[in-house]
Protein backbone atom coordinates (compact mmCIF):
# COMPACT_ATOMS: atom_id res chain seq x y z
CA UNK A 1 0.00 0.00 0.00
CA UNK A 2 1.52 3.66 -1.00
CA UNK A 3 2.31 4.93 2.21
CA UNK A 4 0.09 7.62 3.28
CA UNK A 5 3.23 10.21 3.95
CA UNK A 6 4.07 10.15 0.15
CA UNK A 7 0.26 10.94 -0.89
CA UNK A 8 0.39 13.53 1.72
CA UNK A 9 4.16 14.87 -0.01
CA UNK A 10 2.47 14.75 -3.37
CA UNK A 11 -0.97 17.17 -2.40
CA UNK A 12 1.86 19.37 -1.24
CA UNK A 13 3.59 19.77 -4.37
CA UNK A 14 -0.15 20.38 -6.13
CA UNK A 15 -1.92 23.41 -7.54
CA UNK A 16 -5.53 23.02 -5.76
CA UNK A 17 -6.52 25.60 -8.05
CA UNK A 18 -5.70 23.46 -10.53
CA UNK A 19 -6.80 20.44 -10.03
CA UNK A 20 -7.31 17.48 -12.70
CA UNK A 21 -10.22 14.76 -12.20
CA UNK A 22 -8.96 11.03 -13.82
CA UNK A 23 -10.50 7.86 -13.89
CA UNK A 24 -10.18 5.26 -16.01
CA UNK A 25 -12.57 5.08 -18.76
CA UNK A 26 -14.92 1.80 -17.92
CA UNK A 27 -17.84 1.39 -15.82
CA UNK A 28 -19.01 5.40 -14.62
CA UNK A 29 -16.76 7.33 -15.89
CA UNK A 30 -19.00 9.15 -18.23
CA UNK A 31 -20.86 10.32 -15.11
CA UNK A 32 -17.74 10.96 -13.27
CA UNK A 33 -16.23 13.15 -16.26
CA UNK A 34 -19.55 14.64 -16.12
CA UNK A 35 -20.07 15.29 -12.28
CA UNK A 36 -15.80 16.94 -12.74
CA UNK A 37 -17.05 19.03 -15.66
CA UNK A 38 -19.54 20.51 -13.53
CA UNK A 39 -17.70 21.48 -10.38
CA UNK A 40 -15.03 23.07 -12.75
CA UNK A 41 -12.38 20.52 -12.58
CA UNK A 42 -10.39 19.57 -15.85
CA UNK A 43 -10.78 15.79 -16.45
CA UNK A 44 -8.45 13.11 -17.91
CA UNK A 45 -9.35 9.19 -19.20
CA UNK A 46 -7.35 6.93 -18.67
CA UNK A 47 -7.45 3.63 -20.87
CA UNK A 48 -5.88 0.46 -21.93
CA UNK A 49 -7.51 -1.15 -24.64
CA UNK A 50 -10.79 0.30 -24.58
CA UNK A 51 -12.31 2.01 -27.02
CA UNK A 52 -12.79 5.69 -26.40
CA UNK A 53 -14.63 6.97 -29.50
CA UNK A 54 -18.13 6.48 -27.84
CA UNK A 55 -16.89 9.91 -25.83
CA UNK A 56 -17.74 11.63 -29.05
CA UNK A 57 -21.47 10.81 -28.67
CA UNK A 58 -21.71 12.31 -25.26
CA UNK A 59 -19.91 15.94 -25.20
CA UNK A 60 -20.83 16.93 -22.01
CA UNK A 61 -18.84 13.70 -20.27
CA UNK A 62 -16.25 14.09 -22.70
CA UNK A 63 -12.71 14.09 -20.92
CA UNK A 64 -10.77 17.05 -21.67
CA UNK A 65 -7.75 14.67 -22.29
CA UNK A 66 -7.50 11.38 -22.87
CA UNK A 67 -3.89 9.34 -22.16
CA UNK A 68 -3.68 5.59 -23.98
CA UNK A 69 -1.64 3.03 -22.13
CA UNK A 70 -0.28 -0.44 -23.38
CA UNK A 71 -0.70 -1.85 -20.31
CA UNK A 72 -0.82 -1.29 -16.60
CA UNK A 73 2.61 -1.42 -16.39
CA UNK A 74 3.09 1.33 -19.15
CA UNK A 75 0.45 3.32 -16.54
CA UNK A 76 2.79 2.79 -13.64
CA UNK A 77 5.89 4.24 -15.10
CA UNK A 78 4.33 7.23 -16.94
CA UNK A 79 3.15 8.00 -12.99
CA UNK A 80 4.85 11.39 -13.59
CA UNK A 81 2.67 12.61 -16.00
CA UNK A 82 -0.30 12.18 -13.89
CA UNK A 83 1.21 14.55 -10.95
CA UNK A 84 2.36 16.89 -13.29
CA UNK A 85 -1.63 17.13 -13.91
CA UNK A 86 -2.23 17.53 -9.86
CA UNK A 87 -4.41 14.37 -10.77
CA UNK A 88 -6.68 13.06 -7.87
CA UNK A 89 -8.02 9.38 -8.90
CA UNK A 90 -11.73 8.13 -8.91
CA UNK A 91 -11.21 4.61 -8.22
CA UNK A 92 -14.04 2.46 -9.55
CA UNK A 93 -15.32 -0.92 -9.63
CA UNK A 94 -13.72 -2.16 -12.54
CA UNK A 95 -10.40 0.47 -12.20
CA UNK A 96 -9.64 -1.58 -9.28
CA UNK A 97 -11.08 -5.33 -10.81
CA UNK A 98 -8.52 -4.66 -14.20
CA UNK A 99 -6.19 -3.13 -12.18
CA UNK A 100 -6.00 -5.58 -8.99
CA UNK A 101 -6.68 -4.54 -5.57
CA UNK A 102 -2.87 -5.02 -4.47
CA UNK A 103 -1.78 -2.92 -7.67
CA UNK A 104 -3.98 -0.42 -7.32
CA UNK A 105 -3.47 0.04 -3.65
CA UNK A 106 0.51 0.74 -4.59
CA UNK A 107 -0.20 3.16 -7.36
CA UNK A 108 1.65 6.39 -6.31
CA UNK A 109 -1.19 8.82 -7.03
CA UNK A 110 -3.49 10.99 -4.67
CA UNK A 111 -6.96 8.64 -5.12
CA UNK A 112 -9.99 9.61 -3.43
CA UNK A 113 -10.87 7.44 -0.61
CA UNK A 114 -9.11 5.33 1.69
CA UNK A 115 -7.01 2.72 0.08
CA UNK A 116 -7.22 0.39 3.80
CA UNK A 117 -11.03 -0.47 2.66
CA UNK A 118 -9.61 -2.45 -0.29
CA UNK A 119 -7.92 -5.51 1.85
CA UNK A 120 -11.77 -5.74 3.53
CA UNK A 121 -13.64 -5.60 0.71
CA UNK A 122 -11.65 -7.94 -1.71
CA UNK A 123 -11.33 -10.41 0.59
CA UNK A 124 -14.74 -11.95 1.17
CA UNK A 125 -14.10 -13.55 4.69
CA UNK A 126 -12.97 -10.26 5.82
CA UNK A 127 -15.81 -8.66 4.10
CA UNK A 128 -18.26 -10.73 6.14
CA UNK A 129 -16.62 -10.07 9.56
CA UNK A 130 -16.79 -6.53 8.61
CA UNK A 131 -20.55 -6.35 7.99
CA UNK A 132 -21.87 -8.75 10.50
CA UNK A 133 -19.39 -7.84 13.43
CA UNK A 134 -21.07 -4.49 12.55
CA UNK A 135 -24.65 -6.04 13.12
CA UNK A 136 -25.83 -6.35 10.39
CA UNK A 137 -27.61 -9.15 8.34
CA UNK A 138 -25.50 -11.17 5.67
CA UNK A 139 -26.78 -14.25 3.93
CA UNK A 140 -25.95 -17.49 6.24
CA UNK A 141 -22.79 -19.64 5.11
CA UNK A 142 -22.90 -23.04 4.06
CA UNK A 143 -19.79 -24.96 4.63
CA UNK A 144 -20.37 -28.51 3.74
CA UNK A 145 -22.56 -29.18 0.70
CA UNK A 146 -24.01 -32.27 1.81
CA UNK A 147 -26.10 -30.52 4.07
CA UNK A 148 -27.93 -28.04 1.28
CA UNK A 149 -31.24 -28.01 2.60
CA UNK A 150 -32.55 -25.29 0.79
CA UNK A 151 -31.31 -23.18 -2.17
CA UNK A 152 -27.97 -22.10 -2.09
CA UNK A 153 -25.98 -19.90 -4.10
CA UNK A 154 -22.12 -21.06 -5.10
CA UNK A 155 -20.04 -18.30 -5.96
CA UNK A 156 -16.52 -18.66 -7.13
CA UNK A 157 -14.05 -16.90 -5.83
CA UNK A 158 -12.63 -14.14 -7.86
CA UNK A 159 -15.80 -14.41 -10.26
CA UNK A 160 -16.78 -11.36 -11.08
CA UNK A 161 -20.36 -9.69 -11.70
CA UNK A 162 -22.10 -12.73 -10.62
CA UNK A 163 -20.25 -14.36 -13.86
CA UNK A 164 -20.15 -17.99 -13.05
CA UNK A 165 -22.72 -18.36 -9.90
CA UNK A 166 -25.54 -20.71 -9.97
CA UNK A 167 -28.18 -21.70 -7.42
CA UNK A 168 -28.03 -25.44 -6.16
CA UNK A 169 -31.58 -26.96 -4.27
CA UNK A 170 -30.13 -30.08 -2.88
CA UNK A 171 -26.57 -31.95 -3.16
CA UNK A 172 -26.99 -33.83 -6.03
CA UNK A 173 -27.79 -30.22 -8.04
CA UNK A 174 -24.56 -29.38 -6.03
CA UNK A 175 -22.54 -32.17 -7.74
CA UNK A 176 -23.84 -31.46 -11.41
CA UNK A 177 -23.42 -27.62 -11.80
CA UNK A 178 -20.23 -27.62 -9.17
CA UNK A 179 -16.23 -27.14 -10.32
CA UNK A 180 -14.40 -28.36 -8.23
CA UNK A 181 -10.90 -26.87 -9.29
CA UNK A 182 -11.84 -23.80 -8.31
CA UNK A 183 -12.30 -22.08 -4.58
CA UNK A 184 -16.57 -21.27 -3.86
CA UNK A 185 -18.23 -20.31 -1.09
CA UNK A 186 -22.13 -21.27 -0.68
CA UNK A 187 -24.39 -19.29 0.96
CA UNK A 188 -28.04 -19.04 1.45
CA UNK A 189 -30.58 -18.23 -1.48
CA UNK A 190 -31.80 -14.83 -0.31
CA UNK A 191 -35.42 -15.02 -1.86
CA UNK A 192 -37.12 -11.60 -2.21
CA UNK A 193 -36.33 -8.17 -3.86
CA UNK A 194 -32.65 -6.70 -4.89
CA UNK A 195 -31.99 -3.20 -3.91
CA UNK A 196 -28.41 -1.92 -4.73
CA UNK A 197 -28.63 0.78 -2.32
CA UNK A 198 -25.78 4.04 -2.92
CA UNK A 199 -25.06 6.23 0.01
CA UNK A 200 -22.17 8.70 0.43
CA UNK A 201 -20.76 9.56 3.77
CA UNK A 202 -18.99 12.86 4.41
CA UNK A 203 -16.77 12.92 7.66
CA UNK A 204 -16.41 16.96 6.93
CA UNK A 205 -20.28 17.63 6.31
CA UNK A 206 -21.35 18.78 10.10
CA UNK A 207 -25.53 18.55 9.08
CA UNK A 208 -28.09 16.06 7.76
CA UNK A 209 -27.96 12.27 8.90
CA UNK A 210 -24.86 12.38 11.14
CA UNK A 211 -22.78 9.12 12.26
CA UNK A 212 -21.06 8.45 15.12
CA UNK A 213 -17.83 9.93 14.43
CA UNK A 214 -19.46 13.19 12.98
CA UNK A 215 -20.16 13.23 9.11
CA UNK A 216 -23.28 12.99 7.26
CA UNK A 217 -24.55 9.90 5.89
CA UNK A 218 -26.44 10.77 2.70
CA UNK A 219 -28.25 8.49 0.52
CA UNK A 220 -28.01 9.28 -3.28
CA UNK A 221 -30.14 6.51 -5.26
CA UNK A 222 -30.98 3.31 -5.58
CA UNK A 223 -30.69 0.59 -8.63
CA UNK A 224 -31.68 -2.84 -9.38
CA UNK A 225 -29.24 -4.48 -11.77
CA UNK A 226 -30.64 -6.16 -15.05
CA UNK A 227 -28.62 -9.32 -14.94
CA UNK A 228 -28.50 -11.90 -17.84
CA UNK A 229 -29.93 -14.60 -18.70
CA UNK A 230 -32.01 -15.33 -15.04
CA UNK A 231 -34.06 -11.90 -15.21
CA UNK A 232 -35.39 -13.56 -18.25
CA UNK A 233 -35.46 -17.04 -17.44
CA UNK A 234 -38.87 -16.97 -16.59
CA UNK A 235 -40.16 -16.97 -19.55
CA UNK A 236 -38.85 -20.20 -21.07
CA UNK A 237 -40.74 -22.02 -18.03
CA UNK A 238 -39.42 -23.79 -15.41
CA UNK A 239 -35.61 -23.40 -14.71
CA UNK A 240 -35.29 -27.26 -13.52
CA UNK A 241 -37.04 -28.11 -17.31
CA UNK A 242 -34.28 -25.47 -19.05
CA UNK A 243 -31.22 -27.12 -16.90
CA UNK A 244 -32.05 -30.33 -18.90
CA UNK A 245 -32.17 -29.12 -21.92
CA UNK A 246 -28.34 -27.28 -21.03
CA UNK A 247 -29.90 -23.97 -20.12
CA UNK A 248 -28.53 -22.69 -16.85
CA UNK A 249 -29.17 -19.35 -15.24
CA UNK A 250 -26.11 -17.09 -14.98
CA UNK A 251 -26.16 -13.71 -13.26
CA UNK A 252 -24.11 -11.17 -15.33
CA UNK A 253 -24.64 -8.13 -15.14
CA UNK A 254 -25.70 -6.18 -18.34
CA UNK A 255 -27.71 -2.81 -17.29
CA UNK A 256 -29.30 -1.07 -14.26
CA UNK A 257 -32.66 0.39 -13.65
CA UNK A 258 -33.41 3.24 -11.38
CA UNK A 259 -35.55 2.33 -8.44
CA UNK A 260 -37.14 3.41 -4.95
CA UNK A 261 -37.97 1.38 -1.62
CA UNK A 262 -40.82 1.88 0.54
CA UNK A 263 -40.82 4.51 2.44
CA UNK A 264 -41.16 2.97 5.47
CA UNK A 265 -38.01 0.49 4.85
CA UNK A 266 -35.61 3.62 5.10
CA UNK A 267 -34.51 4.05 8.36
CA UNK A 268 -33.49 -0.02 8.34
CA UNK A 269 -31.77 0.91 5.23
CA UNK A 270 -29.75 3.61 6.73
CA UNK A 271 -29.37 2.16 10.06
CA UNK A 272 -27.73 -0.80 8.02
CA UNK A 273 -25.07 2.15 6.20
CA UNK A 274 -24.19 3.97 9.82
CA UNK A 275 -23.45 0.64 10.86
CA UNK A 276 -20.95 -0.35 8.29
CA UNK A 277 -19.18 3.19 7.99
CA UNK A 278 -19.13 3.11 12.18
CA UNK A 279 -17.70 -0.39 12.00
CA UNK A 280 -15.30 0.91 9.16
CA UNK A 281 -13.63 4.09 11.93
CA UNK A 282 -12.94 1.29 14.00
CA UNK A 283 -11.84 -1.82 12.02
CA UNK A 284 -9.43 0.06 9.03
CA UNK A 285 -9.43 3.92 9.91
CA UNK A 286 -12.93 4.45 8.05
CA UNK A 287 -14.53 4.22 4.46
CA UNK A 288 -16.10 7.70 3.06
CA UNK A 289 -16.96 9.04 0.07
CA UNK A 290 -19.34 6.64 -2.04
CA UNK A 291 -20.76 2.71 -1.44
CA UNK A 292 -23.25 0.76 -2.05
CA UNK A 293 -25.00 -1.78 0.25
CA UNK A 294 -26.33 -4.85 -1.82
CA UNK A 295 -28.98 -6.13 -0.66
CA UNK A 296 -32.52 -8.23 -0.82
CA UNK A 297 -35.13 -7.66 1.25
CA UNK A 298 -37.72 -10.25 1.89
CA UNK A 299 -41.62 -10.72 2.55
CA UNK A 300 -40.93 -9.83 5.95
CA UNK A 301 -39.61 -6.63 4.71
CA UNK A 302 -35.97 -8.26 6.26
CA UNK A 303 -32.79 -6.90 5.00
CA UNK A 304 -29.77 -8.91 4.03
CA UNK A 305 -26.32 -7.75 2.62
CA UNK A 306 -25.00 -9.78 0.11
CA UNK A 307 -21.83 -7.96 -0.86
CA UNK A 308 -20.68 -4.50 0.23
CA UNK A 309 -19.06 -2.06 -2.88
CA UNK A 310 -16.55 0.47 -1.31
CA UNK A 311 -16.84 3.18 -4.64
CA UNK A 312 -19.07 4.90 -7.09
CA UNK A 313 -20.75 1.53 -8.50
CA UNK A 314 -22.39 1.41 -12.27
CA UNK A 315 -25.55 1.20 -10.93
CA UNK A 316 -25.20 5.03 -10.26
CA UNK A 317 -25.68 5.33 -14.03
CA UNK A 318 -29.16 6.15 -14.25
CA UNK A 319 -29.03 9.25 -12.33
CA UNK A 320 -26.40 11.74 -14.31
CA UNK A 321 -29.11 14.42 -13.49
CA UNK A 322 -30.11 13.38 -10.06
CA UNK A 323 -32.28 10.99 -8.29
CA UNK A 324 -35.57 10.69 -6.14
CA UNK A 325 -33.15 11.27 -3.30
CA UNK A 326 -30.40 13.14 -4.30
CA UNK A 327 -32.96 15.58 -5.73
CA UNK A 328 -34.22 15.79 -1.96
CA UNK A 329 -30.54 16.84 -1.12
CA UNK A 330 -28.63 18.45 -4.25
CA UNK A 331 -30.67 18.69 -6.77
CA UNK A 332 -30.07 17.30 -10.41
CA UNK A 333 -27.01 16.12 -8.89
CA UNK A 334 -25.24 12.67 -9.56
CA UNK A 335 -23.08 10.49 -7.75
CA UNK A 336 -19.51 11.51 -9.82
CA UNK A 337 -20.93 15.10 -9.38
CA UNK A 338 -21.27 14.68 -5.55
CA UNK A 339 -17.42 12.76 -5.45
CA UNK A 340 -16.37 16.07 -7.31
CA UNK A 341 -17.68 18.58 -4.75
CA UNK A 342 -16.34 16.38 -2.60
CA UNK A 343 -12.84 17.55 -3.77
CA UNK A 344 -13.64 20.80 -4.59
CA UNK A 345 -14.37 21.49 -0.71
CA UNK A 346 -11.73 19.47 0.56
CA UNK A 347 -9.68 21.38 -1.66
CA UNK A 348 -10.91 25.09 -0.64
CA UNK A 349 -11.60 24.25 2.88
CA UNK A 350 -7.86 23.14 3.20
CA UNK A 351 -8.43 19.59 4.39
CA UNK A 352 -7.66 17.77 0.76
CA UNK A 353 -5.05 15.39 2.64
CA UNK A 354 -7.98 13.80 5.08
CA UNK A 355 -10.13 12.62 2.01
CA UNK A 356 -7.44 11.17 -0.31
CA UNK A 357 -5.21 8.45 0.26
P1 LIG B 1 -20.11 -7.41 -8.18
O1 LIG B 1 -18.72 -7.39 -7.66
O2 LIG B 1 -20.27 -6.87 -9.55
O3 LIG B 1 -21.11 -6.86 -7.18
P2 LIG B 1 -20.09 -10.21 -7.62
O4 LIG B 1 -19.42 -11.12 -8.57
O5 LIG B 1 -19.39 -9.91 -6.36
O6 LIG B 1 -20.52 -8.94 -8.38
P3 LIG B 1 -22.54 -10.59 -6.21
O7 LIG B 1 -22.88 -9.15 -6.24
O8 LIG B 1 -22.16 -11.21 -4.91
O9 LIG B 1 -21.45 -10.89 -7.34
O10 LIG B 1 -23.74 -11.46 -6.80
C1 LIG B 1 -24.15 -11.37 -8.15
C2 LIG B 1 -25.67 -11.51 -8.23
O11 LIG B 1 -26.07 -12.76 -7.68
C3 LIG B 1 -26.40 -10.47 -7.38
O12 LIG B 1 -26.58 -9.26 -8.06
C4 LIG B 1 -27.71 -11.18 -7.08
O13 LIG B 1 -28.62 -11.13 -8.16
C5 LIG B 1 -27.28 -12.60 -6.93
N1 LIG B 1 -26.99 -12.97 -5.54
C6 LIG B 1 -25.79 -12.92 -4.90
N2 LIG B 1 -25.89 -13.42 -3.66
C7 LIG B 1 -27.15 -13.80 -3.48
C8 LIG B 1 -27.87 -14.40 -2.41
N3 LIG B 1 -27.28 -14.76 -1.28
N4 LIG B 1 -29.19 -14.65 -2.59
C9 LIG B 1 -29.81 -14.33 -3.75
N5 LIG B 1 -29.19 -13.78 -4.80
C10 LIG B 1 -27.89 -13.51 -4.69
Redesign the pocket.
Given at each position: MVPKGKIDEIIEGYDLKDLTIATLCSHSSLQIFHGARKMGFKTLGLTISHSTKYYDAFPLAKPDKIIKYADFDEMEERVGELLDENVILIPH?SFV?YMGSRRFGDYPVPSYGNRAVLDWESDRDRQRQWITSAGVPM?RLITDAREISEPV?V?YNG?????G?FIARDYPDFKMAIDPSQPYTM?????GT?Y?MHFFYDPHKKDGYLCEQGGSLEMLSIDR?D?SN?DEMYKLGSIEESKRHGLYPS?V?TGNAPVVIRESLLPKAFDMAEKVVNKSYELFGGMWGPFCL?T?VNDKLQF?V??I?TRI?AGTNPFISGSPYADLIYPGLSTGGRLAMGIRDAAAGGYLKDVVS
Open positions: GEPMKAKGGNYQEYCLRYREIFVEVKFESV
